[in-house]
């Protein structure tokens, strides 16, 4: 299980220096906490609730793999992720701070 749980946190690092050179170097702890506060509150906090929610809907056609789907299902956002990390990568350097 190391190499999954590495390759599913290796977007972190550099998600946390982009949000760090965006702002003014006086701001860049509050930019961090906030993202962090931020994907926590809605990761671990709303993700996990949806995840259970979609789950129970789905327990009548699925039975027992209900949660193996609804899982799947959440795997669509790092698709959406992926995609908005990609369009906004051409913006970046040009918001850059020294």
């Known amino acids: 299980m190391l190499v999954p749980t590495a390759l599913?946190?290796?977007w972190?690092?550099?998600v946390l220096s982009a949000i760090?050179?965006?702002v003014p170097p006086n701001m860049r702890a509050t930019a961090s906490a906030i993202f962090?506060?931020?994907n926590n509150l809605i990761g671990i906090g709303v993700g996990t609730m949806a995840?259970?929610?979609l789950s129970d809907n789905l327990q009548l056609r699925f039975g027992d793999d209900s949660l193996r789907y609804a899982i799947l299902a959440?795997?669509?956002?790092?698709i959406v992720a992926a995609m908005l990390f990609f369009l906004s990568a051409k913006y970046l350097k040009n918001d850059w701070e020294k």
């Open 12 to 14: 972190l690092g550099p």
């Open 51 to 53: 995840i259970g929610m």
């Open 74 to 78: 959440g795997t669509a956002f790092y």
């Open 36 to 38: 962090l506060f931020i």
């Open 8 to 10: 599913g946190l290796v």
């Open 20 to 22: 760090q050179h965006v």
